[in-house]
Structure formats: structure tokens, C-alpha cells
């Protein structure tokens, strides 16, 4: 089968399209014939091999992608619950070999069934934003309905699936997103929508339940003036679990009576359950900005790398199920 491969880290140029032996399903995963995965900030991070503290567990040669689309190939013995031939949605097997490939394996409770209303390019870019979206605003953000809630990122792909889980979840939804994209983070069901570079959302923003920061931003000072927006009582939740809170981030939130949690992203099949049914109820549309053949997979990867992509990215890996 073929599959997008890196033997050494490095830039988009470490990036080879091999052909490489099938994997088989250990007893409780199942093979995947992948008809399209996800392009992930996650990708490029592992690919150059700057991030600390994910290179200890990165074995190379590695296959990137952990985020995909596909059709049941086979199942492990151990595996109730899936059929050969079921269409399925997912988040396998990080940080080892993974989607940009023909067939990839993943644990069974890592996948749930395709929603019903997408095609397999927009399934694939679900999961591991979706799921990072949703282990922010109701795993470690505990956001419910009628709250108000500050998302960080609005534009991004982690961002907008938090927008859209938020309010069809009835919390009151302001996001930041450059001047650009304002008027799609509003069609995304914002309530409000600003602009994190001329506008001073400090100072706009007030009695936040919870801060969901979304944005590749990594910066303390930042942090503290998010922290500033929320009530006694509220939460400050971010994604980039690769930067933790400092002394000034943690006086931050004591001064303001608030909590802060760094989320990592969950492959729960519960919640790609439930996303899956806000998605096929027509709560939540997939916004999806370019599609790559899979010879493109440098070029997905430049683009992810600009932090700039409105929605998601998608590598089309075998259209029309080939
Ligand atoms: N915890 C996890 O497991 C996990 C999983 C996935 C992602 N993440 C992290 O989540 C963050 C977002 O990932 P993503 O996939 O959504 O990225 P993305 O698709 O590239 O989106 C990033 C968004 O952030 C905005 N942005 C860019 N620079 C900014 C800045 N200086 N200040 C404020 N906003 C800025 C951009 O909005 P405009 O284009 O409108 O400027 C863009 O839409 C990243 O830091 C990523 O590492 C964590």
C-alpha cells in the first residue's frame, strides 16, 4: 500500500510517498481502508521533530496523519460493535504509524461511524479537531447552556467546531478571528465576532464563563489578559497542552478567582458519537478549505504551517473508495 512516510525530521521536503507492507489489527483495533485524513497543525509538528515532548515517543520511520475517513477492512478479534464494510470517521493510533496511507489501524474505541450526511473529505476533517474542541468546552471546561464563552481562535479548525459545539450546546459564543474571517466566524453561529489584532477584546469582553484558548498563540502575557474577561468562578481552558501556565498565568487566574486547565485531545468514541449526530441533525456544517491529492501532502503542509487556514485542510487519499 502506499503511505506518506518520514525517516528523518525536518521540513515538508522529509516527506515520501513509499509503498510499505499493510498493517494488521492487534486484537482490539481494526483496519481502516482510508479514503481521506485530516491535515493537522499536529502533522508538521511531528514532522520537523521541534516539539520536546513529543519526540520521545515518535519512532521513525513513521507514517504522519491521525485523522481520517474510511471504510471497514478488517476487524480485530476482540472487537464487538464494527462490520467490514461500515463507513467510519476517527483518530488512530498517535503519535505511531497513522492516516496518510491506503489502510492505517487504530484501536476500535479510537473510531465511530461516519456521520451520515458527509462525504469521506469532510468526515476526515473532523476528528481531531472535533474531538480537541470538544474535550475543551465540555471535558475540561464543563460549558453548558446559557453560559457565556470566550473562543480563542475562532477561525481555525479547533475553533470552528468550538464555536459551533458551543452554541448548539445554548452557551452564548464570542470569538476572535482576524478582520478576514469575522464574518465566517459569525456564519458559524458566533454572537459576537472580534478582531484579535485592531480591536481591544480585553477590554470589549466581560463576565466569561469559560476561555477556550484556540489560537497557536503561545504567550503568557496573552494569557493573563485572556484570564482578565472571565467571572469569579470561571475557567481558562487551552489547547496548546505543549505550554504550560507560569507563575504570572497562575496569579492571573487567583486574582481572578478563576481555574485553569490545559486539554489534551481525547480519541473518545462517546464524543465522536456525539458529534457525529449534532453534525447529521444539521447543528454543526464542516467547513473545509482545500482538499490535496495526496502527491500535495508537502504543499497541505506548507499551508497549515502559515497558522492561517480557515477551517480545515483534507488529503484525498483514494477517492471513490478505490
Ligand atoms: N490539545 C490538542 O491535542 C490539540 C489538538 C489540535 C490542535 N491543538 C492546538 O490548537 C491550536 C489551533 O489548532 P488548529 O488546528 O485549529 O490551527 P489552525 O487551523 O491553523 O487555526 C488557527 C487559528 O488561529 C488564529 N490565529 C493565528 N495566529 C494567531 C494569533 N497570533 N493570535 C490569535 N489567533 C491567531 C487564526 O485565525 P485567523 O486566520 O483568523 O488569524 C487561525 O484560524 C494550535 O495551537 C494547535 O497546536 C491542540
Redesign the pocket.
Known sequence: MKAVRIHAFGGPEVLQIEEIARPVPAADEILVHVHASGV???DW?VRSGDNDSLRPYITLPLTLGWDAAGVVAAVGNEVTGFQIGEAVYGMPNFPGDGSYADYCVGKASQWARKPQRLGFNEAAGVP??GL?AW?GLFGHGQLRAGQRVLI??A?????SFAVQFAKAKGAYVIG???A??LDYVRQLGADEALD?RSQPWEELVRDVDVVLE????RDSAARVKAIGVLKAGGIFVS???DFPFDEAVEAALARQQATGAL???QPRQDWLQEIAGLIDAGQVQVAISKVYPLAQVADAHRE?QT????GKLVLEINPNGE
Open positions: 493537522n497543525p499536529m509538528v481531531l479537531a480537541t474535550a480563542q481562535g477561525s481555525g479548525g479547533v475553533g476572535t478571528a482576524s478576514g474571517n484579535y484556540a489560537s497557536p498563540l489547547v496548546n497542552v486539554a489534551p485531545n497549515s497558522w492561517h487556514v480557515q
